[in-house]
Nanobody, 124 residues
Framework: QVQLVESGGGSVQVGGSLRLSCAAS????????LAWFRQGPGKEREGVALIDNLSAITRHADVVKGRFTISRDNAKNTLYLQMNSLKPDDTATYYC?????????????????WGQGTQVTVSS
């Protein structure tokens, strides 16, 4: 029933850009806090960016701040991650996730719904 489907990943050279999308269905999208996570090879999963249900508040991990931008379009039930100035360390599987808006203040913990992920590879 609940689905989060990422797209837009691929292979890009250092300094390039990608825009990831996450199409959601099966839940009340506009009432949910959303985030992007990533997991590189041999690394733990980490939070990349977070956005509250009405786009009033966004949060970006220090390592991506100034390069990545999270956004959402509630009319389209879609979450986005614009990634610029990509680096090899950005290589990872990127996941979108959702949790109820009431829990957004706790940050990256407690996400309820998860997508399957999309691969991003950044090469020199």
């Amino acid at each position: 029933q609940v689905q989060l489907v990422e797209s837009g990943g691929g292979s890009v050279q250092v300094g390039g850009s990608l825009r990831l999308s996450c199409a959601a269905s099966g839940f009340k999208f506009g009432r949910y806090c959303l985030a992007w996570f990533r997991q590189g090879p041999g690394k733990e999963r980490e939070g990349v960016a977070l956005i509250d249900n009405l786009s009033a508040i966004t949060r970006h991990a220090d390592v991506v701040k100034g390069r990545f931008t999270i956004s959402r379009d509630n009319a389209k039930n879609t979450l986005y991650l614009q990634m610029n100035s990509l680096k090899p360390d950005d290589t990872a599987t990127y996941y979108c996730a959702a949790k109820d808006r009431a829990d957004c203040s706790r940050g990256y913990v407690g996400f309820t719904y998860w997508g399957q992920g999309t691969q991003v590879t950044v090469s020199s």
